[in-house]
């Protein structure tokens, strides 16, 4: 079912996970963002070259503002999780979590210990998918088709 996908990135992909349920509500309805972007800097080549120098083209790839657009409701779920010696890390983290309690949407943030690295990413992985996990089972058994049975 589309409407139960959940996606998950680290780094850049951090930043493409968040935008997929941002950007597209309907197909995608949770993330796990592991050292994430959240308001992409146009000072950075990569930035540049993958949203362009429009403003509003980075705006709507921006999910610090994008996540408004989303109904405050238990289906969304953002799983995040930055170290707190992540170099690339300028608060955004921090801020997107902000948002998401401004807006209504469920979500957790971890900041333990460690860096932009694979072994942060690893451990982070492994505690934040069981959370993803159970959010997964809450949402199905309340919107899964025939959740909602008659009595005979």
């Known amino acids: 079912m589309a409407r139960r996908w959940a ?6 992909g951090g930043f493409g996970a968040v935008n997929l349920v941002c950007r597209h509500p309907d ?7 592991l050292s994430g972007m959240f308001a992409p800097d146009p000072k950075i080549p990569e930035t540049r070259k993958l949203l362009g120098n429009d403003p509003a083209n980075r705006a709507a ?8 657009n989303l109904t405050p409701t238990r289906d969304f779920f953002f799983a995040l999780a930055v170290g707190k ?4 890390d300028n608060g955004e983290t921090s801020r997107f979590a902000a948002r998401l ?3 209504g949407i469920p979500h957790s943030l971890q900041s333990p210990h460690g860096g932009h690295t694979w072994a942060f990413w690893s451990q982070s992985f492994e505690e934040n998918l ?4 159970k959010r997964w089972r809450e949402q199905a058994s309340v919107s ?7 009595k005979p």
């Not at 996606?7 to 850049?12: A, P, Q, Y």
């Not at 790839?61 to 408004?68: D, M």
């Not at 069981?130 to 996990?133: C, F, K, N, T």
């Not at 899964?144 to 008659?150: I, K, L, N, S, V």
């Open 7 to 12: 996606v998950c990135g680290l780094s850049e």
């Open 27 to 33: 197909r995608f309805r949770m993330a796990m963002a």
């Open 61 to 68: 790839y921006t999910p610090l503002l994008t996540v408004k």
């Open 85 to 88: 010696e992540d170099r690339y």
């Open 101 to 103: 309690t401004e807006v």
């Open 130 to 133: 069981p959370l993803l996990g």
């Open 144 to 150: 899964a088709p025939g959740a909602e049975q008659t």
